[in-house]
């Protein structure tokens, strides 16, 4: 079998009004109008094809620049090769590009060999398809000035819903209203009231915390709370990142969690040497399934959990549900809460939630096809996620 080349579709959805969500910085509110898809199909001179999806944050077009860039050196190239092929570089849009392909290839191998995607991942047979625990993420419609207490009714839904566990934002700018630890601490435990005691709670900050005594204030308010995790509370970015989520996790009980958007093994490496973090979230989207299963080994050796992040649509969804099927120290996986359509409409299959639960189907590859009709429904808009939230 050999690759004979590239199709890639690009795909946006924007919300309706009532349905934009929220994002930003310290001192930056920004409101999310729409989603985006970049989506690479890799075919075959066996008639066989194979789907990836790169994470859609930044320049979408760019991206399938890139993955178009890329195609020569795959053509000819079988795709059984798929690890020596998608090997890391040191630019983070390659990278990017070569985890959609790494998908792809996979999601080929598993058809050619009718055999689904996460048994041929967990070379050690070790496999949990069926009731894989999910969490509802969402969090990101509420904000601090108009309507603070959408967040409770948002949560009381999802238990309604039957998840046992949500994953929540810190809200609109702070540095905007004069938002402190402790006022937001007030607003957790409301939260925390309503979601009772069944159910687990967890924060994400989107890297958006200011410095370490920030952090740490948040961190103990989520102890008392009895949160489950905490989720990038400073910039993994920043000069002396590694150390500073290393104090972080020394001065606090509740686990650390990150790395979503690190997308090199050799970097993820480097920060489980350095103790960055109690639990790993890679994204299929952002390293591919072969460096993000190997980066849940790693950590499956130093004891700790491996929880994807999973914030993307229908084929990244399906890709990282296989991860979490096929990796020994699976927990849970994410599910996205922002009315997203293609998060189930771009294929044939999706993955159904029931209950806060999913099964992983035994169909071959990532057990899905592309629908293009659904593709066509969702033209690409190259106008980005976010706009300005201005207040009037």
């Known amino acids: 079998m050999r690759i004979t080349g590239f199709d890639t579709f690009l795909c946006s959805y924007?919300?309706?009004?009532?349905?934009?969500?929220?994002?930003?910085?310290?001192?930056?509110?920004?409101?999310?109008?729409r989603f985006n898809a970049v989506i690479v199909r890799v075919k075959t001179d066996?008639?066989?094809?194979?789907?990836?999806?790169?994470?859609?944050?930044?320049?979408?077009?760019?991206?399938?620049?890139?993955?178009?860039?890329?195609?020569?050196?795959?053509?000819?190239?079988?795709?059984?090769?798929?690890?020596?092929?998608?090997?890391?570089?040191?630019?983070?849009?390659?990278?990017?590009?070569?985890?959609?392909i790494d998908c792809a290839l996979w999601d080929i191998v598993g058809k050619a060999t009718e055999t689904p995607v996460f048994r041929l991942l967990a070379t050690d047979g070790d496999v949990q398809p069926q009731r894989i625990r999910t969490y509802a993420s969402?969090?990101?419609?509420?904000?601090?000035?108009?309507?603070?207490?959408?967040?409770?009714?948002?949560?009381?839904?999802?238990?309604?819903?039957?998840?046992?566990?949500?994953?929540?934002?810190?809200?609109?700018?702070?540095?905007?209203?004069?938002?402190?630890?402790?006022?937001?601490?007030?607003?957790?435990?409301?939260?925390?009231?309503?979601?009772?005691?069944?159910?687990?709670?967890?924060?994400?900050?989107?890297?958006?915390?200011r410095n370490v005594p920030e952090a740490l204030e948040v961190a103990h308010i989520l102890e008392d709370l009895r949160a489950r995790w905490f989720e990038e509370p400073v910039s993994i970015w920043a000069h002396g990142a590694a150390g500073a989520y290393r104090e972080i996790r020394s001065r606090t009980t509740v686990p650390i969690s990150g790395g979503e958007s690190v997308n090199s093994l050799q970097q993820h490496q480097a920060l489980l040497k350095a103790g960055a973090y109690a639990i790993v979230q890679p994204d299929a989207s952002f390293i591919g399934l072969t460096r993000a299963y190997r980066l849940a080994c790693l950590y499956h050796e130093q004891g700790l959990p491996c929880i994807p992040h999973s914030w993307t649509n229908a084929i990244a969804h399906a890709a990282n549900a296989h991860l979490v099927a096929a990796i020994p120290n699976r927990v849970m996986l994410e599910t996205q809460q922002i009315h997203n359509p293609m998060l189930t409409e771009l294929v044939d299959c999706p993955i159904p939630v029931d209950k806060g639960f999913i099964d992983v189907p035994e169909r071959p590859g990532l057990g899905i096809e592309l629908d293009e009709d659904a593709v066509r429904r969702y033209p690409f808009q190259d106008s980005g996620i976010f706009v300005p939230w201005p207040r009037g």
Not at 155 to 163: R, S, T
Request: a negative charge.
């Open 14 to 33: 924007t919300f309706p009004e009532e349905h934009s969500w929220w994002g930003g910085q310290w001192d930056c509110d920004l409101k999310g109008v």
């Open 138 to 209: 969402g969090g990101v419609g509420y904000n601090w000035f108009d309507k603070p207490d959408q967040v409770i009714d948002e949560v009381l839904e999802h238990k309604a819903n039957g998840f046992t566990a949500f994953k929540m934002r810190i809200g609109s700018a702070w540095g905007l209203c004069d938002m402190t630890p402790a006022r937001f601490g007030a607003h957790l435990a409301k939260v925390r009231a309503a979601m009772g005691d069944d159910m687990d709670l967890m924060l994400d900050a989107n890297c958006r915390l």
């Open 46 to 100: 066996e008639g066989i094809t194979g789907l990836g999806e790169a994470h859609p944050w930044g320049d979408c077009p760019g991206l399938e620049a890139i993955i178009r860039r890329l195609e020569a050196r795959f053509i000819g190239r079988n795709p059984f090769d798929v690890e020596k092929l998608t090997v890391h570089t040191a630019d983070a849009r390659v990278n990017s590009a070569l985890a959609a």
